[in-house]
C-alpha cells in the first residue's frame, strides 16, 4: 500500500512532510524545519515519529530534527557527503542506493547544486519524489553551493523519473516562481493555465505543492534549457542546454 502523505506548512513559507504506514502505524518525516507544527500534526492523529529524513543541512530544513528525535525517539536519516553538517546520522545514505522505509524501496537521489550533498527521495510506489530545494514548483533552488552544471545535470536525474511522479518540494515559492517563468516562455498556454491555477489556490490560502512532475516538464523554465523554442526565446539558439540554464538561473537571481 503505498503511504499516506500529508503535507506541512512550517516557519513563513516552508514545508515538510509526514509519510504514515497504515498497517505498521509507523511515521516518517522529511525534514524539520520547525516542531511546533509536526508535534501537531502528530497528536492530532495519534502517530509517533519513527524515522526523519534529511534532504540538505540548511537550518530550515534541519533545526526541528534533534528535538524530535529526544520526544520520539526517530532515527534520523541523511547523506553521508552532507554529515558533517547535519545532526548526528543514525543511517548516512549514499546517492544510487535504495533502503527500506515501512516496506517500501526509497532511492536516494544525488541532486547537489543548491547544496553540495543534498539528496531527494524517490518512492515508486507511493508515486513521489521529495525534492526539498533542487526541482521546485516553477523553479529550482538557488545555487549557493554548486555551479550551474551540477544542478543541469541533477534535474535531468529528476526528469527522469516517471513524468506522473507527485513531486513534493520543500517551499512555497511558487506564485513567484510563475511571475519569473512568464518573462521566459510568455507564450506557453500551459504555463498561463497554471499561473491561473496557482493564484486561485494562494488566494484561498491552499498549498501549489505537490505537483507533477509533467507538469514541471511543460511549464518550468529549469526543465526546459534544453528545447529550442526556450533557447530561441532568450537568444540562445544553438548554445549548450548547460549554458542556458545558467542564463535562467542567473535571470532568476536578478528577478
Avoid at 518525516?29 to 501537531?40: M, N
Avoid at 515508486?124 to 552544471?149: H, K, Q, V
Avoid at 533557447?231 to 535571470?251: D, L, N, P, Q, W
Wanted: net charge negative.
Amino acid at each position: 500500500m503505498p503511504l499516506e502523505i500529508i503535507t506541512l506548512p512550517c516557519l513563513a513559507d516552508n514545508y515538510a512532510y509526514l509519510l504514515h504506514d497504515a498497517k505498521s502505524g509507523r511515521t516518517a518525516l522529511v525534514d524539520a524545519p520547525e516542531v511546533a507544527p509536526i508535534k501537531a500534526a502528530l497528536a492530532a492523529r495519534g502517530w509517533g515519529l519513527d524515522v526523519i529524513l534529511l534532504t540538505h543541512h540548511h537550518y530550515d530544513h534541519i533545526d526541528g530534527a534533534e528535538e524530535l528525535r529526544e520526544t520520539y525517539g526517530a532515527k534520523i536519516y541523511g547523506a553521508r557527503a552532507d554529515a558533517h553538517r547535519l545532526p548526528p546520522l543514525d543511517h548516512a545514505l549514499d546517492p544510487e542506493v535504495s533502503f527500506d522505509l515501512f516496506g517500501e524501496q526509497v532511492a536516494v537521489l544525488d541532486v547537489s547544486g543548491h547544496t553540495i550533498g543534498h539528496i531527494a527521495f524517490y518512492l515508486a510506489e507511493s508515486n513521489a519524489a521529495f525534492t526539498a530545494d533542487s526541482l521546485m514548483a516553477l523553479g529550482c533552488g538557488r545555487l549557493f553551493e554548486g555551479p550551474p552544471d551540477m544542478m543541469w545535470r541533477s534535474l535531468n536525474r529528476l526528469m527522469g523519473l516517471p513524468p506522473q511522479t507527485l513531486i513534493y518540494s520543500g517551499h512555497e515559492y511558487t506564485q513567484a516562481n510563475a511571475r519569473f517563468a512568464a518573462t521566459i516562455e510568455p507564450d506557453n498556454a500551459k504555463l498561463q493555465l497554471r499561473i491561473a491555477d496557482i493564484d486561485a489556490k494562494r488566494a484561498k490560502g491552499e498549498a501549489t505543492v505537490p505537483a507533477l512532475l509533467q507538469l514541471e516538464l511543460d511549464t518550468n523554465p529549469f526543465l526546459r534549457a534544453h528545447l529550442g523554442d526556450v533557447k530561441s526565446a532568450i537568444g540562445m539558439e544553438g548554445i549548450e542546454s548547460a549554458e542556458v540554464f545558467a542564463e535562467i538561473r542567473g535571470r532568476k537571481d536578478r528577478f
